[in-house]
């Protein structure tokens, strides 16, 4: 109501004046370095940990044994004659542990495994892109062609994307095919044998088309890539021009995880004339259980907004150097909870595993490490972890009003970016969030511990208000109603901006709530916009600008989700088919160089291209950036130390929970003892 407004406006126009005050005093400290065009400051990593690197065949290979062991729990299945004896249930040669990379060794069945997660399960239908609820059960479900988590142990120069459901691969000599081998006889878990018929499925009926959302979009690989099926167990992709190694780091969690084609073909439009694209993505609903996975574990029970469980697959395609079958555990359960909660109930041992990714954790975290009978040690790691703020650079798609048409323009003139990063006081933000050591200023792109970044190629528009100013006032932006806020030019509407955000990470919030004051010094009104479905406003388009964590780690991963190589990506410019800026056309074109190349030290010049162009032109905002420490309860053995929380993919993936395991003496009941998945 227009009431309502005005104390907002009177509110409003205090509080800039306050915090034009505060800009001016920490403005004089930051003069002097205000210059052309400074580079991101280096930082004192915070992080004390030595990794022993390894070769990338020193954690698992692919070998049969004349006889596999199985837990108490499938064998009770056998012995009822539910269940083929283990040594029909395994692959020809089953992916083999290496206990030499195992830090305790050989596990011991049984006991459950408690992760708790703030995400809720959409479905199961992950080839339309849906997802289980994050923080681990979706890398538990879709097990991918390539695997990137274990790369952080392998040596940088071997550092290629590592073997899973695909054995191995061979190129062509001119790098214009690739030819994929399958793990031979690995089965589902309802024991359907998993062949070429499930990539087929993959490849053409999701990836390729167009009206399903595949986690790996079409064309991601190059237009024009096709796949050849050359028998039950291999297959060749078909590229329109050379291709390197990153095409493989496309093939791991998620956009390379095939799913069930015998459950899910009879629910696809190609293959079902009453099917709609509609009814297939929420064909495979959270509700119906159990579904067919190749994952280590099957969910069998889901209490809406309380708990999965979800018991040992018996056809896991996976074993120890003693031919025993993984996983370890029985079962592993997902309490349904909050982010902020997974650290808490970490730190407090009723729960497993956490990412500590809340920085407002960290203080209590380094506290309880001193307490010897913390269930749980905080090993800080290097800075991984990074928020930004996004602005929406589509000319376009999803504007719905004039005035949006004209704040997308502005969002694409490289002035205003550098104007909004100099009216950023990171300082202040990272202090907003947690008082201590932990945050370091961001410039965008890669984060500090990425292997990839130099801080040399951080270009930096650092806090300097009044530069932020000047340039607004040259930009033609003045406050031309003189109620103190910036109108766009030619006495336009006030500059009034929505700013996205998630509505359940407190740092999220945090940060957003500390923007406010720095867009009111600058005269902008920035009206925050909470979501708790954030993807929902970058799929159709409807904001403007969206602070989010967004940190970029490893080169030749998720290319397509922060360059534009297809006209969907990056979130900040979706449909931006015709609408490249220029330097995103040269953003294309690096990107292009890395999917080409074999060579990782050209992958490395590249990257270093990438974070120069990406940086000066303020492609994103950079914020802040902090380490992240994996909380694993000490009673979780093979938990190995120096695991990151994310490089090449999350620690989920990373500490290979297959090899997991806790010794009988501390084993924790199951939910579920005894019990299964059973298929009708
Ligand atoms: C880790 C991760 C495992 C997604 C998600 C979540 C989604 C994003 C991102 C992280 C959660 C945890 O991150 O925060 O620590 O366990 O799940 O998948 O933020 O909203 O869309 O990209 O990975």
Redesign the pocket.
Known sequence: SKGGMMGIETKFKFKSKAASLLVGVSMLAMSSTASGLETLPEDKSMSGMKIELVGRDDLWTYKSCDNYNESPLTKSYVDAGKLPPVNERMPKEPWMAKTDQMVDGIGEYGGTFRHVIG?RPEGFNWLAGQSQG???I??QLMESLTRLGPLWQIKPDEANPLPNLAKDWEWSSDRKSLTMNLIEGARWSDGDIFDTEDIDFWWNDNVQDANVASRLPKDALGAGTTLEILGPYSFKFNFDEPKGNAVLAQLAYMGGAPGPSHVMKPLHPAHNSDATYESYANGMPASVLPIVTLGAYVPVVHKVDELMVMKRNPYYWKVDEECNQLPYYNETIYKLTS?DDRTTQALAGTGDFS?M?NPGNYVEALKQNKDPNSPVKSVFGTRLIAWDLMMNLSSDFGVSSDYERELRQLFRNVEFRKAISHAMDRDTMGQSVARGPFFHPHAGGFVAGSPFHNFEDSIYYGYNASGANSILDGLGLKDSDGNGIRNLPNGGADLVIDILHSSTRSTDIKLADAAVSMFEAIGIKPVLKPSDNT?AFTDNGNWSMFIA?EHWVVATKNIGDRLPTTTQNPAWHRDNGGDLLPFEETLVEKAKGILATNDLSEVASLARDIQRVRTENVYTVGLIQAPAALLINKRIKNNHPGAPVYMYE?A?DGVMRERLYTPKADQLDEFLPGVLAEYK
Do not use: K, Y
């Open positions: 995400g994050w923080g681990g979706n890398i982010w990412n990714e993807d964590r999350w989920e």
